[in-house]
């Protein structure tokens, strides 16, 4: 395999909205098993990368070398890009480009969720506490309604009881839908690139998931488009047309009916987002 360009990751990890934020090392080692894992060269967990063969205009970065000594990873460099949210507001793509790349991320994702559904513990305690970015950003939330919200002031009680809920509702310890994913799953990981293609990147948090809070914190993250300033109806309807051909290309072929556990993990994490953003 020529390598043109490489990306070096050599650095103690940090979270780029909130740098001051500690993360462990370990964020370095789950990305490189996340990039095996998404190769089909860990046997560990297998059907990942058919899933990914079957998306053509996907582009994953490729590991090239983990140096676990000197805490050095390499990958492929994929290219530059723009964040699906930033094509979305400029105008710089065609609805039916938008819709192309949708149906294709929500199709791989989906083949994602089927080839790792109910994961063992030995898979899953290798690679990232869910728990522990799913707590962070719950009390985010928190922090944002004691500081803004005037309800908090009339009624902490009830304010508290709806953040507890919060919490309740996404604890991995109530997942019944448990699968690998991005966790942190949001339009900064997925830039549209020069070739046109869509990335994914950025797989520190790969781990324990479940269908529903990745959805939804995705479709939230593609709504706050229409809430800054006034959307124009070009943004709104490019929104639409995202959020339907991801939802379309991930239900078509999601096992089982739509259960309310889904909806309530989809509604909360989606609900989340626009919180927190």
Not at 64 to 85: A, C, P, Q, R, S
Not at 177 to 185: A, E
Not at 228 to 233: A, H, I, T
């Amino acid at each position: 395999m020529a390598l043109h360009t490489v990306i070096l990751k050599q650095a103690t990890p940090y979270m780029h909205s909130f740098p001051s934020q500690t993360v462990p090392m370990k964020r370095q080692a789950i990305e490189a098993r996340a990039l095996r894992i998404l190769q089909g060269i860990d046997p560990s967990v297998t059907g990942v990368a058919e899933a990914l063969v079957r998306v053509p205009n996907l582009k994953i970065p490729r590991l090239v070398f983990h140096d676990t000594e000197h805490n050095v990873l390499w990958m492929t460099d994929i290219g530059d890009g723009k964040t699906l949210t930033d094509c979305i507001l400029s105008g710089d793509l065609s609805l039916s480009k938008i819709e192309d790349l949708a149906e294709s991320l929500g199709t791989f994702i989906i083949g994602l969720y089927s080839a790792t559904q109910n994961p063992g513990s030995e898979i899953t305690s290798a690679l990232a506490d869910s728990q522990h970015l799913m707590e962070f950003l719950t009390l985010d939330s928190a922090r944002i309604v004691q500081e803004v919200s005037s309800d908090w002031q009339k009624d902490p009680a009830d304010t508290q009881l709806l953040l507890d809920r919060l919490r309740d509702v996404l604890s991995p310890d109530t997942n019944q839908d448990r699968c690998l994913g991005m966790v942190d799953f949001w339009p900064g990981n997925t830039p549209v690139l020069l070739t046109g293609e869509l990335g994914l990147i950025d797989w520190e948090h790969f781990g324990l998931s479940d269908p529903g809070c990745e959805l939804g914190l995705y479709v939230g993250h593609l709504h706050l488009c229409l809430l800054w300033d006034e959307p124009s109806r070009e943004v709104t309807a490019a929104v639409q047309k995202a959020v339907a051909k991801l939802a379309t290309a991930y239900l078509a072929t999601y096992a089982g009916t739509v259960t309310n556990h889904f909806k309530r993990r989809f509604i909360i994490a989606h609900g989340r987002e626009l919180i927190n953003l």
